[in-house]
């Protein structure tokens, strides 16, 4: 994809899709939702991570930075293939995951496909799977055996493992891929699958010229097969715990910060390795989409180093990222690199200069933009090209709920630079978006469909059953947002001027 074309997209992840198994997939839905991106006038879909959600549900807290998630795993291929029976469906609302509800019966159903596909599978099908097996040895390997383990030991984590396990023996990992052969071919099958799923919708994407957008977390989890694959790139104790962690320090929306808890890469180690991990890691991802964004991109330039025995983010320092070396490092093996740099929060211009010297587009949110005077970075006319503009992220309220909570200062400026009101306030920052001269503008579908509070995706810094859980039916779509979105599009240069219908 080139970032340097002026197009516009939306933002929806896959679990936000309708379909009838509990939560959105990489079905037939995926492609309906194609569809009416073309329509739109669409020339991107932005998704979050991919990967497992951990902690919270959260997909930014994977067990795995290269695995797919198996709650996207469509089951309708499943049972065309003749390896699932058609299931038996409980009552899941069509408007919300209910992970509790959700997770252990479409796990369910993928054991039961399993099952099928090593039983009934064609030769063809099982040289095809062994063959993407082959291929993706790298960290298929250490993932596999990692969730087996984490069965074994009843969901402990890989810290609390048998001595000869967390501490990587190698004759102990020959006993364990043969005693735990089984679930170990269990969890490569459900990776084929969503690597074979993910690999048609993208190609119906690229076939109607719609773009896949990928989100790539900085971070790893504690608790994940990478951070157990290689400890020794990872600040890490005797006991294998963190000595520090991520985070973020006070600013004027959080007192005490964020403490992530991620573990912090030895970024030293990494280097004495050419950056292998992180190319195999980019390469992953330039497989599975057109462009990806990379979350936290200051902490490349610096980031924030929490003591772990520190409860908050109150103590902590700046530590000196890898820089450009990284990047040059990962060019070099894979070729130029189309990224779009997450450069929010407290951007130093050491940060900028990484980003620029990268030659990465940076993003701009709208709604932060009101909050000051008419030079605030984030509006319109203070952007450069090489930008990405957005109403808002997964991380902010939608533009309706941000006007409904807004200082009434905010309220005011945004009503006079928008020229709009209460009820139309969502297709008036669209439509600054799209006349704005960033190159790309992605719009969350909930500002689409001009939803409220009660339809954000994510409230950083709180746990609870309202994040991650969002989905939408067809029937809150209908015809109006996709004509006037197309229109907007059409009208600032982003897409196909037959979206107008002008005479003559």
Same mark, same amino acid.
């Given at each position: ?96 995951? !209910?992970?509790?509800?959700? /997770? ?62 967390? =501490? ?9 891929? *043969? ?10 099958? /459900?990776?084929?699958?969503? !690597? ?60 005490? =910060? ?9 970024? !030293? ?87 620029? =010297?990268? =030659?990465?587009?940076?993003? *701009? ?140």
């Amino acid at each position: 994809m080139d970032l340097n074309q002026r197009a516009s997209g939306v933002l929806l992840h896959i679990t936000c899709l309708p379909g009838p198994h509990g939560i959105g997939d990489l079905g037939p839905a995926a492609l309906h939702f194609v569809d009416w991106l073309e329509s739109a006038g669409q020339r991107i879909w932005q998704l979050l991570p991919t990967t497992p959600i951990g902690p919270g549900d959260s997909p930014y807290q994977s067990v795995s930075a290269f695995a797919g998630s198996p709650l996207m795993v469509a089951l309708e291929p499943l049972i065309e293939a003749g390896w699932l029976a058609q299931p038996q469906l409980p009552h899941f609302d069509p408007l919300k995951v !209910d992970f509790a509800q959700v /997770v252990p019966w479409r796990m369910q159903q993928l054991r039961a496909a399993a099952a099928g596909f090593f039983a009934k599978a064609t030769v063809a099908q099982k040289q095809a799977y062994a063959d993407w097996a082959q291929s993706q040895a790298s960290w298929l390997l250490d993932y596999s055996l990692f969730m087996a383990l984490e069965s074994a030991h009843g969901g402990k984590c890989w810290w609390d493992w048998a001595p000869e396990l967390r =501490g990587r023996k190698r004759a102990a990992l020959t006993k364990a891929r *043969k005693e735990h052969a089984d679930e170990i071919a269990f969890w490569c099958f /459900v990776q084929w699958q969503f !690597d074979v799923q993910l690999a048609a919708v993208k190609a119906y994407a690229n076939g109607k010229g719609i773009s896949i957008m990928g989100d790539l977390p900085i971070f790893i989890a504690h608790h994940s097969a990478d951070c157990w694959a290689a400890p020794e790139f990872y600040y890490l104790d005797d006991h294998f715990q963190p000595t520090v962690v991520a985070g973020v320090p006070p600013d004027a929306l959080s007192a005490e =910060g964020q403490r992530w808890g991620n573990p912090l890469y030895r970024w !030293d180690k990494m280097h004495q390795d050419g950056y292998r991990w992180w190319a195999e890691r980019v390469r992953r991802a330039l497989a599975q989409a057109d462009v990806f964004r990379i979350d936290h991109f200051r902490g490349f330039a610096g980031y924030y180093e929490i003591p772990a025995s520190c409860p908050t983010a109150k103590e902590g320092q700046w530590v000196p990222g890898p820089g450009k070396a990284l990047f040059d490092a990962i060019e070099k093996a894979l070729g130029p690199l189309p990224i779009v740099a997450e450069d929010l929060g407290l951007i130093t211009p050491d940060v900028v200069a990484l980003r620029q =010297g990268c =030659g990465f587009p940076g993003m *701009k949110i709208l709604q932060f933009g009101f909050g000051a005077d008419g030079q605030h970075e984030f509006l319109p006319q203070m952007f450069e090209r090489a930008s990405v503009v957005y109403t808002g992220t997964h991380d902010n309220d939608t533009v309706q709920g941000w006007w409904a909570q807004a200082p009434a200062r905010e309220r005011e400026f945004a009503a006079c630079y928008l020229a709009c009101g209460g009820h139309d306030v969502h297709w008036a920052m669209i439509r600054a978006a799209a006349n704005s001269v960033a190159n790309l503008a992605i719009y969350p579908l909930q500002d689409v469909l001009g939803l409220g509070s009660a339809h954000r995706m994510n409230t950083p810094g709180t746990l609870g059953a309202h994040n991650w859980s969002w989905r939408f039916d067809w029937t809150m779509v209908g015809p109006e947002p996709g004509r006037v979105l197309g229109l907007i599009t059409a009208a600032s240069g982003r897409g196909p001027l037959n979206l107008l219908r002008l005479p003559g």
